[in-house]
């Protein structure tokens, strides 16, 4: 941040009075602009033992595959987001259910969580962020075309679960 974004001043890279990091600090209306980290949520959601998949229309990793997911917006809750994420990416309308994986991933001040969930009806579209969508089974799960670690994780975790007939929270923190 080189401006402040209430009054487009210059900003200064300082730690204020009483904190303990450093914060951009507008030179002229005095506002702290604190960066914290962004919740992301999406779902696996299944019909009749096949899941959604989308691949990325975006970058990064376009190209690549993911279940449906993306950054909680202000004044939704983390299951809400999980289920616009799908409809906005794979068009599907989507009964969220458990919280499956819950990821910290500190260095990029993210924190991920992923929900099981039912669709309501096979209806499928890939949205403008996916090239493609399909539910599949787990056979057919593009393990070496996966976009980021916290979608295979999540994936392995949903399977496991689903063999041991009940879902259940895991919870890890990637570190690099
Ligand atoms: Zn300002």
């Not at 959604?52 to 983390?78: H, V």
């Not at 996916?130 to 980021?148: G, M, R």
Request: proline share 5%; aromatic share 8%.
């Amino acid at each position: 941040m080189k401006f402040c974004s209430s009054c487009g001043a210059p900003v200064t890279h300082e730690i204020p009075d009483g904190d303990n990091r450093h914060r951009h600090i507008c030179g002229s209306c005095d506002e702290i602009h604190y960066k914290n980290p962004n919740v992301v949520v999406g779902v696996i959601a299944e019909w009749q033992g096949k899941i959604i998949l989308c691949r990325r229309a975006i970058e990064p990793r376009i190209g690549y595959w993911t279940m449906p997911a993306g950054y909680l917006e202000i004044n939704e809750s983390t299951d809400e987001g999980a289920a616009r994420e799908a409809e906005e990416e794979a068009g599907i309308d989507v009964e969220i259910g458990d919280l499956l994986t819950l990821i910290n991933i500190p260095q990029i001040g993210q924190v991920q969580m992923i929900y099981q969930g039912t669709l309501r009806s096979p209806d499928f579209e890939a949205g403008i962020e996916s090239l493609e969508v399909k539910l599949v089974t787990e056979d057919e799960i593009p393990w070496d075309d996966l976009a980021f670690p916290t979608v295979k994780i999540s994936l392995e975790h949903y399977y496991a679960s689903r063999r041991a007939g009940e879902f259940s929270l895991h919870t890890q923190v990637l570190r690099r």
